[in-house]
């Protein structure tokens, strides 16, 4: 019994022995290991009268300052117009949001190819207009649509452009239906007699490119016909810029009857306004002084290659 008491008392040291120290924590232990809690960042949810585009309407909205620096899906519903009416510092904070979610886009050609229609969707219109100029530019540079005719390489890419703007407003799945039915489609909103013509001298192999109907809605490729058929334009009005202009918009037969004036009106003012002057758009000039074409040297009578 008492051999049998000693071993019991034994193995309970043991036991004992084996047990973890007990640490007493301080009072409070919150000290060590505090609650974890939740920051979120600050949201400035004052409320802002603004517009949004409803189709080409424009129509009234009201959203946070907080929505107009980070909402994309906001951002694709505006327009320079919309921009324009917000008050500053808050136009611009939003619109350094938005350039730098979208400046990819004012590389050139190199990102310009890797995209369809169906990305440009995504791209907010006043974006799209500065990487639609920058594209006119890299095209004119190819096609040199002047040069022929002694005219400036600037004055001629300046002049497209205002087209493009007077055209679409650089909404590239823009489709209007003229009286007889036929449908003008995209950034140059390239008729259906144009389309038929490009495509019919790409076959004669009198052309570079040939385009497929849903081609003429990705603004890389409208710009290309763009210019492609401006130059053709100027080769028949025998380098007479203005005429080329008025042929753009109602044929050569009926340009060289007189008509077409309001139409060459109306590009010259928005060519005054928006690529030789001040712009009436304060939107249209932060982006403008922040895009700065990818294809410089207008002066340069290199073809830019890598365009194809």
Known sequence: MRLAFVVVVVLLLLHVAREPDVILLPDPAQELWPEPQLRLPPVDLR??????MDGWQTAPTVVTAEEVRSDRSLWREMFFRNWDRLESPLREEGLAAMYRRHRR?????????????????????????????????CWERLYLPGEPHGLAARAVADRIQA??????????????????????????????ATRSRIRVLHVRGASDFGLAEDDYFDPWKATRALVFWFKLLLGEASGDLDLATRAYNVGMERARQGRGSAYLEAVERREREYLLGRSPSPTWRWLRKRSPTPCPGAERRDPFVPLK
């Open 163 to 192: 087209i493009a703007m007077s055209e679409s407003w650089f909404v590239h799945r823009a489709v209007s239906t003229n009286a007889d039915g036929g449908e003008d489609v995209g950034i140059g909103q390239a008729s259906a």
């Open 47 to 52: 409320l802002v009268e603004g517009t949004v």
């Open 105 to 137: 886009l004012l590389r050139g050609p190199e990102a310009w190819r890797t995209m369809d229609a169906s990305d440009w969707d995504r791209v907010p219109q006043p974006m799209r207009a500065m990487a639609v100029l920058g594209m006119i530019d």
